[in-house]
């Protein structure tokens, strides 16, 4: 079945110390997105790449950057964690039809990576 | 800027008890309204998109509905596995931005006791 994969499942940083997290895509999605979920709120829209055109939200931090070396992965890169940025990372793909957020194609999520700062 | 509300933030049925989920929108431009179920520890799951008042998709147990203000998601006799959070995301034409923003509530937490 085509999927959003992400690894790990968890992850347990430290403070300060930098951090990759990784998702690949079977759907051929031109369009992938990273949000970070915190405990009973809305995911929250980090950036996003439509094919190789990267496109930051005004409120993410420096903290915070990605990668796309091709069509199937992306990376969320945080620099320096902090306790703050303990969450659910959630990424997710759409087809662009109609660009980004595109017209008719709903996200398709991945399963998340639970990132622990101690 | 848009928002999304969601109401109940917790809701307990007994199995076979029937209700509805609701979220409520200020959006300028709609360009479609999302269903996502999440389990515990997991990515959200898309369920359905509506797009203009009056419209209705079915699946299973869940319609969902759409009206100018608000959706409905409605779970006719829920089973246990129907335990989990309904995310509703909204998403918009942002004309200043020259793109579409996507907005999400902060979900309803659905129990089903058996």
């Known amino acids: 079945d085509a999927m959003v994969i992400q690894n790990p499942r968890y992850q347990v940083t430290q403070f300060g110390k930098p951090v990759t997290l990784s998702c690949s895509q079977t759907?051929?999605?031109?369009?992938m997105y990273w949000y970070q979920q915190k405990s009973s709120q809305a995911p929250k829209l980090l950036f996003h790449y439509y094919d190789k055109d990267f496109n930051n939200e005004a409120d993410t931090p420096d903290n915070f950057q990605s990668r796309r070396p091709n069509t199937s992965f992306c990376f969320l890169d945080i620099r320096s964690p902090g306790l703050g940025d303990a969450a659910m990372y959630l990424c997710?793909?759409?087809?662009?039809?109609?660009?980004?957020?595109?017209?008719?194609?709903?996200?398709?999520f991945g399963n998340g990576t639970r990132l622990t700062v101690t | 800027e848009d928002q999304v509300t969601q109401s109940p933030e917790a809701l307990r049925l007994q199995e076979g008890e029937s209700s509805s989920l609701n979220c409520s929108y200020t959006?300028?431009?709609?360009?479609?309204l999302f269903w996502y179920r999440q389990d515990p520890g997991k990515g959200p799951e898309f369920l359905f998109t509506l797009y203009s008042a009056g419209e209705e998709k079915e699946k299973e147990r869940l319609k969902a509905t759409l009206t100018k203000k608000e959706s409905f998601l409605h779970i006719t006799a829920p089973k246990p596995e129907d335990s989990a959070t309904y995310l509703c995301?909204?998403?918009?034409?942002?004309?200043?931005?020259?793109?579409?923003?996507?907005?999400f509530g902060k979900g309803t937490k659905l129990s089903v006791i058996p």
């Open positions: 759907l051929n999605h031109n369009v």
């Open positions: 959006v300028s431009g709609l360009r479609g």
């Open positions: 995301a909204v998403r918009s034409w942002d004309s200043g931005a020259g793109s579409y923003q996507l907005t």
């Open positions: 997710a793909t759409s087809s662009g039809q109609g660009g980004t957020l595109g017209a008719n194609s709903p996200l398709h």
